[in-house]
């Protein structure tokens, strides 16, 4: 029996219709193979794109990240940020309630829009919001968590505008939590960039809300709008935004090892292309790039000589882990300048700020880090104190201190 003309014309209409942002998402294939680049411009151009690595903020490749485009629900990564520092603040906690007002009933109802499916009255805490925000992209959670932080949507936007500022988000400006269309809200690929990774720095364990491949709540389970996150089980984050007007947009994070990548891609003209540049600038970075230990104690004094305490010497350490973000195989010649900044006399506390390491590669300088105080020393005795001070005071008067010293290191793999 042959099929009616009029189903078949139905079907090739439904299937060319776009999917409206409030449906789950397919889950795709989880091969880790790289996707073949693609940049096939849409309505808005050619898509806005930017590899950076975490740890030294270096970008690695791009293409117009400064263009100004609808930031769709990348807003939420703003959202996100805020309600973090509130945790940390101490003005919520994560089993803070917070009941649903109408306003983010109604937003959560807007036509096409995603949503955690909250509804009026409702008392959720703010780590179920948190879930809702980062995996089902919900505009009701982000309401939700707007007037939670704030009291309302148009203080959090205000706060939102000013933390932008003071992160150095030149090509960003705010209107809504949420990323639903509004006038004069934009944002570019390098902020969207530099957000990510402020969030990554400051909150490693932020993640763990932007991971897990599904979020459920009052019985209706969602799929992580991140499908990355079921492609390559590097990755663990963060966001993704699309809308009629921004195209599709992700912020996308993956860790192999101490490598940690963000890539992001805005105004991408289907889910394919999106998927298809952030998967290339992902592999890339990985296959291009290495972080390597650079091991300074073989090159300057790891610790210090001092005076006037219970021992003669203080241990050194680095604020953080000294690394070198270079192309795999390569071994680079670096300088090494070690100061210290503190006069080596007792006491010292454990986690003092002594001194500074500089890591210089071809005369430019690509890392500085703090060396601590890696115990505590005691003041001596009256006697000891003395003695000490003496030794110290004609040490100098010999030259016999130094407080600098420099030497050449070549990372190996």
Request: hydrophobic share 45%; with cysteine.
């Given at each position: 029996m042959q099929t009616?003309?009029?189903?078949?014309?139905?079907?090739?209409?439904?299937?060319?219709?776009?999917?409206?942002?409030?449906?789950a998402p397919r889950v795709p294939g989880r091969s880790r193979a790289a996707a073949p680049r693609a940049a096939a411009p849409g309505p808005l151009g050619p898509p806005s794109t930017l590899l950076m690595e975490v740890s030294t903020g270096r970008v690695l490749e791009s293409a117009a990240p400064h263009r100004r485009l609808p930031p769709a629900s990348l807003d939420k990564l703003m959202t996100f940020y805020l309600t973090l520092e509130a945790l940390r603040a101490g003005r919520l906690t994560p089993q803070t309630p917070v009941t649903v007002s109408a306003q983010a009933w109604r937003i959560g109802r807007t036509a096409g829009s995603s949503r955690m499916f909250l509804n009026v009255g409702d008392v959720v805490t703010v780590a179920q919001l948190l879930d809702g925000l980062m995996v089902a992209s919900g505009?009701?959670?982000?309401?939700?968590?707007?007037?939670?932080?704030?009291g309302s949507s148009a203080r959090f936007v205000q706060e939102m505008n000013a933390t932008a500022a003071r992160l150095g988000m030149h090509d960003t400006h705010y209107a809504t939590p949420h990323g639903l269309p509004a006038p004069d809200e934009y944002t570019s690929a390098w902020d969207v960039a530099l957000l990510a990774r402020e969030i990554l720095l400051r909150y490693p364990d932020a993640v763990r809300f932007s991971s897990p491949r599904y979020e459920t709540y009052a019985g209706i389970r969602q799929a992580n709008w991140n499908n990355l996150v079921f492609r390559d089980p590097r990755v663990d984050g963060l966001k993704t935004g699309h809308t009629a007007e921004a195209g599709y947009s992700i912020a996308?994070?993956?860790?192999?090892?101490?490598?940690?990548?963000?890539?992001?891609?805005?105004?991408?003209?289907?889910?394919?292309?999106?998927t298809e540049l952030a998967e290339g600038m992902l592999q890339t970075g990985f296959s291009h790039y290495a972080l390597v230990p650079v091991r300074w104690q073989q090159v300057v004094p790891a610790e210090l000589r001092i005076y006037g305490g219970t021992a003669g010497r203080l241990p050194l350490a680095a604020a953080h882990p000294v690394q070198l973000l270079t192309a795999r195989d390569s071994h680079p010649v670096l300088e090494l300048a070690e100061e210290i900044t503190v006069r080596p006399?007792?006491?010292?506390?454990?986690?003092?700020?002594?001194?500074?390491?500089?890591v210089r590669r071809d005369g430019q300088v690509v890392a500085t880090v703090p060396l601590l105080a890696a115990e505590t020393v005691e003041r001596a005795g009256l006697a000891g104190r003395m003695w000490g001070y003496?030794?110290?005071t004609i040490g100098r008067l010999l030259h016999r201190h130094r407080s600098s010293w420099t030497g050449t290191y070549t990372p190996q793999g």
């Amino acid at each position: 029996m042959q099929t009616p003309l009029r189903w078949i014309s139905l079907a090739v209409c439904l299937a060319l219709l776009p999917v409206p942002s409030g449906a789950a998402p397919r889950v795709p294939g989880r091969s880790r193979a790289a996707a073949p680049r693609a940049a096939a411009p849409g309505p808005l151009g050619p898509p806005s794109t930017l590899l950076m690595e975490v740890s030294t903020g270096r970008v690695l490749e791009s293409a117009a990240p400064h263009r100004r485009l609808p930031p769709a629900s990348l807003d939420k990564l703003m959202t996100f940020y805020l309600t973090l520092e509130a945790l940390r603040a101490g003005r919520l906690t994560p089993q803070t309630p917070v009941t649903v007002s109408a306003q983010a009933w109604r937003i959560g109802r807007t036509a096409g829009s995603s949503r955690m499916f909250l509804n009026v009255g409702d008392v959720v805490t703010v780590a179920q919001l948190l879930d809702g925000l980062m995996v089902a992209s919900g505009n009701d959670a982000a309401e939700a968590l707007a007037e939670a932080v704030s009291g309302s949507s148009a203080r959090f936007v205000q706060e939102m505008n000013a933390t932008a500022a003071r992160l150095g988000m030149h090509d960003t400006h705010y209107a809504t939590p949420h990323g639903l269309p509004a006038p004069d809200e934009y944002t570019s690929a390098w902020d969207v960039a530099l957000l990510a990774r402020e969030i990554l720095l400051r909150y490693p364990d932020a993640v763990r809300f932007s991971s897990p491949r599904y979020e459920t709540y009052a019985g209706i389970r969602q799929a992580n709008w991140n499908n990355l996150v079921f492609r390559d089980p590097r990755v663990d984050g963060l966001k993704t935004g699309h809308t009629a007007e921004a195209g599709y947009s992700i912020a996308a994070t993956a860790r192999e090892g101490d490598l940690r990548l963000i890539a992001v891609v805005m105004g991408a003209p289907t889910l394919r292309h999106r998927t298809e540049l952030a998967e290339g600038m992902l592999q890339t970075g990985f296959s291009h790039y290495a972080l390597v230990p650079v091991r300074w104690q073989q090159v300057v004094p790891a610790e210090l000589r001092i005076y006037g305490g219970t021992a003669g010497r203080l241990p050194l350490a680095a604020a953080h882990p000294v690394q070198l973000l270079t192309a795999r195989d390569s071994h680079p010649v670096l300088e090494l300048a070690e100061e210290i900044t503190v006069r080596p006399v007792a006491p010292f506390h454990r986690g003092q700020r002594v001194g500074l390491l500089t890591v210089r590669r071809d005369g430019q300088v690509v890392a500085t880090v703090p060396l601590l105080a890696a115990e505590t020393v005691e003041r001596a005795g009256l006697a000891g104190r003395m003695w000490g001070y003496l030794r110290y005071t004609i040490g100098r008067l010999l030259h016999r201190h130094r407080s600098s010293w420099t030497g050449t290191y070549t990372p190996q793999g």
